[in-house]
């Protein structure tokens, strides 16, 4: 049985070894190296940044937090787990990858406070858009989703709908004294974008009356259990999607790692379905998933996110890629 057990792991980490991946001395080559820490473990040399159309940015930026901390630990852990995944969907029946995904490294922000930090956020990612990637970035603190989607909006010369998927309407104009905390992320860009929030469980009377003002339509947390709610979601968005994922928005239940759980919100497969409607009958500009806070000996949350990110790959895979991208 213990022999069984390590073929299969030997077999599992030289996986992309034998699909061309690194070629090691001959020494070497027999021994079972583990796979980098990038999106699925994918090597460089398989997935080159000049030939892969989606690209994952790491960013483990957390300066704002409100409650509890952790989420600069995030991007870490869910591609750690993300090196677990089965390569394979069965749902779709293939293997996403295989589109092309190429992971940059950690990008750093600057410790000289949260405007500094997003702008420089803001010249990356413009660089990453120049080169005509589908970027899925990977948080971090939900303030990250600002510059992208800023970024996408001040390029499409259109309107541009942001589907966010959150516990939070994050519409605050200013939270702990600065109007770039993660709490007043989407109020940075609510006059840039039409907001589409879903699974709001926890928002202020301040944070509702701009709702009704702005006519932003939210899908509350308690509306997931009744029908028609996707449609709903379906029908508010324009041709023109970013999609932002707080991964409060699901159960705590299901997603215990993050620092202001809600009780109630998403389940996978609802959601799953939504998110591939997105894709199939919208234009999807570019993906975040933000504020996984990992709980020491509770993995299950972080290859929750790490799964999320692998259906973004698949959905962008099969509905997207070779369309044309002009933002």
Same mark, same amino acid.
């Given at each position: 049985?213990?022999?069984? =057990?390590? +073929?299969?792991?030997?077999? =599992?980490?030289?996986?992309?070894?034998?699909?061309?991946?690194?070629?090691?001395?001959?020494p070497?080559e027999? #021994?079972a190296? !583990?796979?980098?820490?990038?999106?699925? *473990?994918?090597?460089?040399?398989?997935?080159?940044?000049?030939?892969?159309? /989606?690209?994952?940015?790491p960013?483990?930026?957390?300066?704002?937090?409100?409650?509890?901390?952790?989420?600069?630990?995030?991007?870490?852990?869910?591609?750690? &787990?993300?090196?677990?995944?089965?390569l394979?969907?069965?749902?779709?029946?293939?293997?996403?990858?295989?589109?092309?995904?190429?992971?940059?490294p950690e990008? #750093?922000?600057?410790? !000289?406070?949260?405007? /500094?930090?997003?702008?420089? #956020?803001?010249?990356?990612?413009?660089?990453?858009? $120049?080169? *005509?990637?589908?970027?899925?970035?990977l948080?971090?603190?939900?303030s990250v989703?600002?510059?992208?989607i800023? !970024?996408? &909006?001040?390029r499409?010369g259109?309107?541009?709908? @942001?589907?966010?998927?959150d516990a939070?309407t994050?519409?605050?104009?200013?939270?702990?004294?600065t109007?770039?905390?993660?709490?007043c992320?989407?109020?940075?860009?609510?006059?840039?974008?039409?907001? /589409?929030?879903?699974g709001? +469980?926890?928002?202020?009377a301040?944070? =509702? !009356?701009?709702? =009704?003002?702005?006519?932003i339509?939210? /899908?509350? *947390?308690?509306?997931?259990?009744?029908?028609?709610?996707?449609?709903?979601?379906?029908?508010?968005?324009?041709?023109?999607?970013?999609?932002?994922? $707080?991964?409060?928005?699901?159960?705590?239940a299901?997603?215990?790692?993050?620092?202001t759980?809600?009780?109630? *919100?998403g389940?996978?497969?609802?959601?799953?379905?939504?998110?591939?409607?997105?894709?199939?009958?919208?234009?999807?500009?570019?993906? $975040?998933?933000?504020?996984?806070?990992?709980?020491?000996?509770?993995v299950?949350? $972080?290859?929750? &996110?790490?799964?999320?990110?692998?259906?973004? @790959?698949?959905?962008? &895979?099969?509905?997207?890629?070779?369309?044309?991208?002009?933002a």
């Amino acid at each position: 049985m213990g022999d069984r =057990r390590e +073929r299969r792991r030997v077999l =599992r980490v030289n996986e992309f070894r034998d699909r061309g991946g690194q070629k090691l001395p001959p020494p070497l080559e027999s #021994l079972a190296w !583990a796979p980098p820490e990038s999106f699925l *473990g994918l090597p460089p040399s398989q997935c080159p940044y000049a030939e892969s159309p /989606v690209v994952v940015l790491p960013v483990p930026y957390e300066a704002t937090v409100s409650y509890m901390g952790g989420t600069r630990f995030g991007p870490g852990a869910l591609l750690h &787990a993300s090196r677990y995944i089965e390569l394979y969907d069965h749902e779709l029946d293939f293997e996403p990858y295989r589109v092309g995904v190429h992971t940059l490294p950690e990008l #750093l922000l600057s410790g !000289a406070g949260p405007e /500094v930090a997003l702008q420089e #956020l803001r010249t990356a990612y413009d660089a990453v858009l $120049d080169d *005509g990637k589908f970027v899925i970035l990977l948080g971090g603190e939900h303030s990250v989703s600002g510059p992208p989607i800023l !970024a996408h &909006a001040d390029r499409l010369g259109r309107p541009l709908s @942001v589907l966010q998927f959150d516990a939070h309407t994050d519409l605050r104009e200013e939270y702990e004294g600065t109007p770039y905390s993660h709490a007043c992320v989407m109020h940075r860009v609510h006059e840039q974008v039409r907001l /589409v929030p879903v699974g709001i +469980r926890a928002l202020t009377a301040e944070e =509702r !009356a701009l709702t =009704r003002a702005r006519d932003i339509p939210v /899908v509350f *947390g308690h509306e997931l259990a009744r029908p028609g709610w996707s449609d709903r979601v379906l029908a508010a968005l324009g041709d023109d999607v970013y999609i932002t994922f $707080d991964v409060d928005y699901f159960d705590p239940a299901i997603m215990p790692s993050t620092g202001t759980p809600e009780p109630g *919100g998403g389940q996978w497969y609802p959601t799953i379905e939504l998110l591939e409607a997105v894709f199939r009958e919208k234009r999807v500009v570019g993906c $975040d998933v933000v504020e996984l806070a990992p709980l020491p000996g509770i993995v299950a949350p $972080d290859f929750l &996110a790490a799964k999320l990110v692998h259906k973004l @790959v698949a959905f962008y &895979a099969r509905h997207q890629h070779g369309r044309e991208r002009t933002a």
